[in-house]
């Protein structure tokens, strides 16, 4: 089993791009990587990717409805290929997706952990905590990773939330959008987990993972593979850029 949720605490601190990233540059090619959108605020990556949302997280809403659904089965009715991965993806309506977490998350999210030569399921869970519907993803997780920006501000809310979601359950660790003032061994200190990747924020507008290959992206990519090598290998320690 390999399910990993990204997060973020609120904001917009580039969880959405790591998680493209990471589907991109998983390191176990043999196994097939799908992205599953279950941001409780509505969808976007079905029209950036320029795949629609059909099939997609409602078309698994319905099918979680049947008793015995496998997790290749939950690929072929929701899931969308781009290259050689693919996404679930969630309608752009807030009220439309919430409804599905709500009908469908626990369900989904104990099909896709029982099948431990299955897919590996990367979960855009957007703003993470333990009153959201998209919980039970994270909560099946091997890994949850909230994504921060590095000001103070924002790192300040991230503890809090760390230990909310570890009370629910969730094996948590912290990525770090940069610019910040602080080492990464200095934010696991504060935020009390462990910091996993230090990323430098692309200023540079993109749609899709196609304009994400551009050189301003070069040093992002690097820091993206080590992060996904990271989260590939169950007992590596902790990277701290």
């Not at 390999?2 to 090619?29: E, H, K, M, N, Q």
């Amino acid at each position: 089993m390999t399910i990993v949720a990204v997060g973020s605490v609120t904001g917009s601190p580039g969880s959405t791009r790591l998680l493209l990233g990471l589907a991109a540059v998983w390191p176990d090619t043999d196994r097939h990587r799908v992205v599953v959108e279950a941001d409780p605020d509505g969808g976007r990556l079905g029209a950036e990717l320029g795949v629609g949302v059909e099939p997609g997280l409602m078309a698994l809403a319905l099918a979680a409805r049947n008793a015995g659904l496998t997790a290749v089965e939950l690929v072929q009715r929701g899931a969308a290929s781009v290259g050689d991965w693919s996404v679930v993806a969630a309608p752009p309506s807030a009220e439309q997706t919430t409804s599905a977490l709500v009908h469908a998350a626990g369900t989904l999210a104990a099909v896709m952990a029982a099948d431990p030569d299955g897919p590996v399921w990367l979960v855009d869970a957007g703003r993470l905590s333990a009153r959201s519907p998209a919980l039970p993803f994270a909560r099946a997780a091997d890994h949850v990773v909230i994504v921060t920006a590095g000001s103070f501000p924002a790192l300040q809310l991230v503890p809090h939330r760390v230990d909310a979601l570890r009370a629910a359950d969730c094996v948590v660790s912290v990525v770090v959008v940069e610019p910040t003032s602080w080492s990464a061994a200095e934010v696991a200190d504060f935020v009390g987990t462990d910091v996993v990747a230090m990323l430098p924020w692309v200023s540079s507008r993109h749609t899709g993972i196609g304009a994400m290959r551009a050189s301003a992206w070069r040093p992002w990519w690097r820091r993206v593979e080590d992060t996904a090598a990271y989260l590939a290998a169950a007992d590596a320690p902790a990277v701290a850029p």
